[in-house]
């Protein structure tokens, strides 16, 4: 693997965390699927587009993609997860026909080739990003033109899976998760903190997931990320 931006995730999801995620992967796949289809609308994948799925966990979203961009476009799955990764590319072999490859890698400092995809997607993988500057990377890894739709939790006050885990807090040590700063749910949900370091490569959307799943869509999509 590349080297490392964040090594707190990586030692996570490389370790308990990812192990967990990749044994019960059907299991989370299912939570978060009420997402999918808002980012895939969000995205509008064409037959022929290349996407770089960050953060692809165990793959559900890339094997998504792919189906979109088939027959002769092809997807991308990035992730810091070994145990996921491996987990992706089982489910890869037996979801049938696309173009569809994983590579283990912090997406923040990835060497993606230059201008090589159409545009990018994340289903709750940037907001586990530390430097902005990462978002500048994946800009130039998409051709002119190019289009991003990731998908972020919103703020604390606003998201109930947080706020259900908050009264659970003399039971689960939470640490503060999702605090705002912090790189997880609500930092990317900032105005001030969207990546406008993408600069002027193509348009985006970026859709913050507050409680109903058409959030990630609709309004989001119509609202500009990166200024073309």
Known sequence: MHPLANTAQAEAWNGYEGS?????????????AGFDQPLLDAAAIEAGDHVPDIGCGAGATTRLAARAAAPHGSALGLD?????????????????????????????????????????????????????????????????????????????????????LATLHDLLPTAGFGKPGAPACSRRRQPARRPHCCG?????????????????????RRRPLISS
């Open 20 to 32: 967990h995620w990749a044994a019960h992967h059907d299991r989370w796949d299912a939570v978060n």
């Open 80 to 164: 810091l997860s070994g145990p996921m990764l491996r987990r992706a590319r089982a489910g890869a072999e037996s979801a049938g026909p696309g173009d569809i490859r994983f590579e283990q890698g912090d997406a923040q400092v990835h060497p993606l080739p230059r201008a090589a995809f159409d545009l990018a997607i994340s289903r709750f993988g940037v907001m586990f990003f530390t430097d902005p500057a990462g978002f500048a990377d994946i800009a130039a890894a998409l051709r002119p033109g190019g289009r991003v739709a990731l998908l972020c939790a919103a703020e604390p006050e606003g998201y109930q899976w947080l706020s259900a």
């Open 200 to 220: 002027r490569r193509g348009r985006g959307t970026y859709g913050p997931n507050t409680s109903p799943p058409t959030a990630a869509g609709g309004a989001a």
